[in-house]
């Protein structure tokens, strides 16, 4: 499977802001989609934002506006820059990735391992 590291989390006051990366590593033949999750305690885990390999977004109600999802292909990172955040945003965020190793393999999902972020004063 693509491994995926997550980065970038950690504690902000409300109205502050975060960017949050993730790089997927192994071995890839292609990268399609590329998503950040989130899963707040005591809820399901939701879609935050994702973006395909050519550059089209889509974005929970909740966050337009305030968050943006970019990624760099070369570097197979996905990028999520939060501004104007509220403490309902505190959650784990995950990123994910559709993908193939290899051109014959069928497509799947990998997940990294999470990073928290706290927005509180």
């Known amino acids: 499977q693509v491994q995926l590291v997550e980065s970038g989390g950690g504690l902000v006051q409300p109205g502050g802001s975060l960017r949050l990366s993730c790089a997927a590593s192994g071995r890839i033949f292609i990268i399609y989609t590329m998503g950040w999750y989130r899963q707040a305690p005591g809820k399901q885990r939701e879609l935050v934002a994702g973006?395909?390999?050519?550059?089209?977004?889509n974005y929970a109600e909740s966050v337009k506006g305030r968050f943006t999802i970019s990624r760099d292909n070369a570097k197979n990172t996905v990028y999520l820059q939060m501004n104007s955040l509220k403490p309902e945003d505190t959650a784990v965020y995950y990123c994910?990735?559709?993908?193939?190793?290899?051109?014959?393999?069928?497509?799947?999902?990998?997940w990294g391992q999470g990073t928290q972020v706290t927005v509180s004063s």
């Open positions: 973006i395909t390999s050519g550059g089209s977004t």
């Open positions: 994910n990735a559709e993908a193939k190793r290899v051109v014959t393999d069928p497509r799947y999902v990998s």
